[in-house]
């Protein structure tokens, strides 16, 4: 069982001007994999805010999932919250979901998704559309249960 929790940064969300469509979409799409999701907020797109919740958050869950905030406008500030957070990167994952993005549009080239660990944490953003969310997270779902068996410390083999 892995626990999880959403976070959705998006200021017209947290002011309940939108509906997170995003949130949505990612619990859907976890219900693929053995998957609980423990804890869902919608937060605006202040840096501290976000760190203390990224935080806060890995201190009890495998898996945190961040939605909005990844792009270039200049409230888009996920992807430094989340370097300033995480112990270490995993580039590999950021990277397949650009990748096969990029095959979709070229804007995924301006995707600044950060994907990390945080104690025994992975942390991973997503962008802010539903579109663009079922796009990447199924680009990696099926390595997410393997990375946090790795994360908590599993010493098998990855090879076959």
Same mark, same amino acid.
Do not use: F, Q, W
């Given at each position: 069982?892995?626990?999880?929790?959403?976070?959705?940064?998006?200021?017209?969300?947290?002011?309940?001007?939108?509906?997170?469509?995003?949130? !949505?979409?990612?619990?859907?799409?976890?219900?693929?994999?053995?998957?609980?999701?423990?804890?869902?907020?919608?937060?605006?797109?202040?840096?501290?805010?976000?760190?203390? =919740?990224? !935080?806060?958050?890995?201190?009890?869950?495998?898996?945190?999932?961040?939605?909005?905030?990844?792009?270039?406008?200049?409230?888009?500030?996920?992807?430094?919250?989340?370097?300033?957070?995480?112990?270490?990167?995993?580039?590999?994952?950021?990277?397949?979901?650009?990748?096969?993005?990029?095959?979709?549009?070229?804007?995924?080239?301006?995707?600044?998704?950060?994907?990390?660990? =945080?104690?025994?944490?992975?942390?991973?953003?997503?962008?802010?559309?539903?579109?663009?969310?079922?796009?990447?997270?199924?680009?990696?779902?099926?390595?997410?249960?393997?990375?946090?068996? =790795? !994360? =908590?410390?599993?010493?098998?083999?990855?090879?076959?």
């Amino acid at each position: 069982m892995i626990t999880v929790a959403i976070l959705t940064l998006s200021d017209k969300g947290s002011r309940g001007e939108r509906e997170d469509l995003s949130g !949505i979409e990612i619990k859907k799409i976890l219900n693929k994999i053995d998957a609980t999701v423990k804890y869902y907020d919608i937060l605006p797109d202040e840096k501290m805010l976000i760190k203390e =919740k990224l !935080i806060e958050y890995s201190k009890s869950v495998d898996l945190i999932i961040t939605t909005g905030g990844t792009g270039l406008s200049p409230r888009d500030v996920t992807p430094e919250a989340t370097l300033e957070v995480i112990d270490r990167e995993v580039p590999g994952i950021t990277e397949a979901m650009r990748r096969e993005g990029l095959k979709k549009t070229k804007r995924a080239m301006l995707s600044r998704a950060v994907a990390g660990v =945080k104690g025994r944490t992975l942390i991973v953003n997503l962008p802010g559309s539903p579109k663009a969310v079922k796009e990447n997270l199924e680009v990696i779902l099926d390595v997410i249960p393997h990375a946090i068996e =790795k !994360i =908590k410390g599993d010493t098998t083999e990855c090879g076959r």
